[in-house]
């Protein structure tokens, strides 16, 4: 298995909701990610998880709380979002949090965001 | 702090001729690697193409080569023969230590 499996593909959620976002990869990477990214604009990265930890957090508000549960899976918390928020999300990962070390990312195809 | 060029927003090619997408960087770090990244109308994110900054050899794939010029911390991209299915916004991207940085990206688009 050489994907990251993203769901859902769509969500429209109210500000008052709760929703989450799940990441899924079975290639034994042991760093994950989540990006946010807006029309024609490139991938802002927004959190990173090495060895199930969260090792960056790029001062992203607290209605967007990650969770790694597990090296598999890679989860986003959504709460009382704001229409702003409403962009792609993309998860990713790697062999290792080490970008220097040339792993490069495996990209999932990203959850649309709509927030009204 | 790592910064990722690329001047063209957008570009067009007709299809079957060749096409060099631009991308320059800043760092001053000896060894790092650079990324082509592709992301076609599907959404996903797909590896193009890898160089090592230590490679003098430019990297190959298939019909996807670039021109590494360390010295003037240049990275293009060319794309011979294109097809339709070149169509994509094309992102070239920086290792960092734990991350990737990524440029503004280049919308290609392949004319029939």
């Known amino acids: 298995d050489t994907e990251v499996t993203q769901t859902p593909k769509h969500l429209v959620m109210g500000m008052t909701n709760k929703k989450s976002l799940k990441c899924e990869q079975h290639?034994?990477?042991?760093?994950m990610y989540w990006y946010k990214q807006k029309a024609k604009k490139p991938p802002e990265l927004m959190f990173v998880?090495?060895?199930?930890?969260?090792?960056i957090n790029e001062s992203v508000p607290s209605r967007f709380s990650p969770e790694c549960p597990n090296s598999s899976l890679l989860n986003l918390h959504l709460h009382a979002l704001q229409p702003e928020d409403s962009a792609l999300y993309l998860c990713?990962?790697?062999?290792?949090?080490?970008?220097?070390?040339?792993?490069?990312?495996?990209f999932g195809s990203g959850t649309r965001l709509t927030v009204v | 702090a790592q910064t990722v060029t690329q001047s063209q927003p957008e570009m067009s090619v007709q299809e079957a001729e060749t096409v060099t997408l631009s991308c320059t960087y800043d760092?001053?770090?000896?060894?790092?690697?650079l990324f082509w990244y592709k992301q076609p109308p599907s959404r996903q994110m797909i590896l193009v193409i890898r160089?090592?900054?230590?490679?003098?050899q430019n990297a190959t794939e298939n019909r996807f080569s670039v021109n590494f010029q360390k010295a003037a911390k240049s990275f293009s991209l060319k794309i011979s023969d294109s097809q339709l299915g070149d169509t994509a916004m094309y992102f070239c991207?920086?290792?960092?230590?734990?991350?990737?940085?990524f440029g503004t990206g280049t919308r290609l688009t392949v004319i029939p």
């Open positions: 990713a990962s790697s062999q290792d949090h080490r970008q220097n070390l040339g792993y490069g990312y495996t």
């Open positions: 290639m034994g990477h042991r760093a």
């Open positions: 998880y090495s060895y199930e930890k969260l090792s």
């Open positions: 760092t001053s770090e000896n060894n790092y690697y």
């Open positions: 160089q090592e900054a230590y490679k003098q």
């Open positions: 991207a920086f290792s960092g230590a734990n991350n990737l940085f």
